[in-house]
Each structure stands twice: as structure tokens, then as C-alpha cells.
């Protein structure tokens, strides 16, 4: 069908919609209107990651769209998935032409956008757990738009080890010389590694692992705009980067049915934070932290406390 043809059979767009498609879309497709439909996409809980290729991740994401509403779920966008796209964006209140999205280049390195907000939160793809087989970026952390570029590589490096099996004092002998990033890794093994991937570009945060103890004198006190370490001497440590938490003992957000198997990305960690109760001579209670944490950050300018 030519692209004349297909703009014949689109019924009128839903209100919200701002832009009418000129062709259908499949895999191996190209320019701005799959950057929109990318967009479209995530702004209706479809996370994908705006690239302007329609890759696997895109069709997958088109693939559970379409099974949502009971369209054959093929990966081909037609005027039958752009007119119930359309549909979908009006019920939630969205505007086609108006989302922010993510960014990623298809093939597993992330990319950052230009444009900077003063903090842009990552995400973590869930949809692409749900298929069989899992998607590639199944419980991986995809980077806002705006993201700075070295928050975006230490990202792409976490997701290198995301699943990963935990192992205690792994991560610590490579120097990162040689590395076997296939192999298992600590919490201050995967912290370092993570960080180390802006390292290799500009040598602003580490040159060779640190313990949960090194942690304590890294960077400086207190809270970081994107990136923030948490520490305790002798016993753990894990990272909190752009609204996400890498963190070998947190909870599992990509698969709650499983137990805790080395994946490192959640969207809370509240099991690190745990408080008990002590009671005072004075007879009143108060609640005091389980852990004392030593919160540190790098001391680079693009992570300046907000």
C-alpha cells in the first residue's frame, strides 16, 4: 500500500492527536514519525526508547500494545494500531507531538539527549519481561531525555552486570584491566564498575575499585544531584542514579514472582532504609535507622547538589 493510499483509510484522528501518519511502520523503519510513534508509545506506558529506528525493542513494544487492544499483535503499524493509538493517547489525556520519552540506540548503548532538565528520571523496562522471550532490555534502566552523558554511560554499564549473579569479592581483582563482566560481582564490585565507565572517557570518578570502606572517602559528603553512594565500612554499598537504585540486595522490580538473583535496578530500596524502634529513659519511643549509612557523591559538576 503507498503512503497516499494509507493517509486514505485513516479515520480522523482522536482531539489529542497532532500529527497524521504518512505510512505504515514496521521493522527496519526510519525517521521522525517512529521517533512520534516511540513517544506516543511510552506516554501510554509503552517504554520505548526514542531512537527514530524501529528495532526489536520498538516492536515489541508495538507487539504488546496491539495485544492490549485486541489487535493481531504482528509489530506492524497501520492505520488500524494508529487509529486505536490515537485512541489510547485521547484517553489518557495526551497530546501526540507533546511527550518527552526516553533515549536508547536499539542495540543496547544508550544515548543522551541534548536538552538537560535539572533532573530527568530513568526508568526500568518492565514490558519487555512479559514477552516470550523476554525482550533484550528486560529489567534493564533506560535514561531519561536529558540525561547528562556520563550518567548515561555509567547506565549502560550497570545494565552490562544488571543480572549478573551476586559473588563476594567479585569485581575487585579486575582493575578494570581485562575485565570478565560476565562473571559475578559484589555490591562495591558492581558500584565500582558502573562508575568506572566514565572513567574510561574523562577520569573524573574512578580509576580502580573500591570497597565499602574506600566508598567512605570517595567523592564528597552528602547527596548528589544524579548520583549518590551509599556505604557502610565492612558490610554494603549501592548506588542511587537518576531516580533509580543499583543495588545487589534490593528488592526485585522486574520480576516479583522470583526471588532476589543478582538483578540490580529497582525503583525502591527500601530494605536498606529499615528502621527499629528504642525507648527512651524518659519513657517516649522514637524510631532510629538500622544502618548508618555514609552518603557520598561525586564531586564532578554535573552532579552538584541540586
Not at 51 to 61: A, D, P, Q
Not at 276 to 290: E, R, S
Request: net charge negative.
Amino acid at each position: 500500500m503507498t503512503a497516499c493510499a494509507l493517509m486514505g483509510v485513516f479515520a480522523a484522528p482522536a482531539a489529542a492527536a497532532q500529527w497524521l501518519p504518512s505510512r505504515a511502520l514496521t521493522s527496519g523503519a526510519q525517521g521522525s514519525d517512529v521517533s512520534q510513534l516511540q513517544s506516543d508509545l511510552t506516554d501510554i506506558g509503552f517504554l520505548t526508547p526514542i531512537t527514530g529506528t524501529f528495532g526489536s525493542v520498538t516492536k515489541t513494544e508495538v507487539e504488546a500494545f496491539q495485544k492490549k487492544v485486541g489487535l493481531k499483535a504482528n509489530g506492524y503499524v497501520g492505520a488500524p494500531t494508529f487509529d486505536m493509538l490515537f485512541a489510547e493517547l485521547a484517553s489518557h489525556g495526551v497530546a501526540t507531538g507533546t511527550g518527552t520519552g526516553g533515549s536508547n540506540d536499539g542495540g543496547g548503548g544508550l544515548t543522551a539527549s541534548a536538552s538537560a532538565p535539572s533532573v530527568a528520571k530513568a526508568w526500568i523496562d518492565m514490558h519487555a519481561c512479559t514477552t516470550k522471550p523476554q525482550g533484550p532490555l528486560c529489567g534493564l534502566a533506560i535514561p531519561a531525555a536529558g540525561t547528562p552523558a556520563p550518567v548515561v554511560e555509567i547506565i549502560e554499564a550497570g545494565n552490562l552486570i544488571a543480572h549478573n549473579a551476586y559473588a563476594y569479592g567479585g569485581g575487585h581483582h579486575y582493575n578494570f584491566v581485562g575485565e570478565n563482566y560476565t562473571q559475578g560481582m559484589d555490591c562495591s564490585g558492581s558500584v565500582s564498575w558502573a562508575l568506572h565507565a566514565d572513567a574510561i572517557s574523562s577520569g573524573d570518578l574512578i580509576s580502580s575499585p573500591d570497597d565499602s570502606s574506600g566508598f567512605t572517602s570517595f567523592g564528597d559528603k552528602g547527596v548528589g544531584q544524579w548520583i549518590t553512594i551509599y556505604t557502610l565500612p565492612g558490610y554494603h554499598a549501592f548506588m542511587h542514579i537518576a531516580g533509580l537504585w543499583f543495588d545487589t540486595a534490593g528488592p526485585n522490580d522486574w520480576d516479583a514472582t522470583k526471588a532476589k538473583t543478582g538483578d540490580r535496578w529497582s525503583t525502591t530500596d527500601k530494605m536498606e532504609f529499615t528502621t527499629h524502634t528504642v525507648k527512651a529513659k524518659n519513657g517516649k519511643t522514637k524510631k532510629v535507622p538500622d544502618f548508618n549509612w555514609k552518603i557520598r557523591h561525586p564531586n564532578v559538576s554535573w552532579n552538584d547538589p541540586a
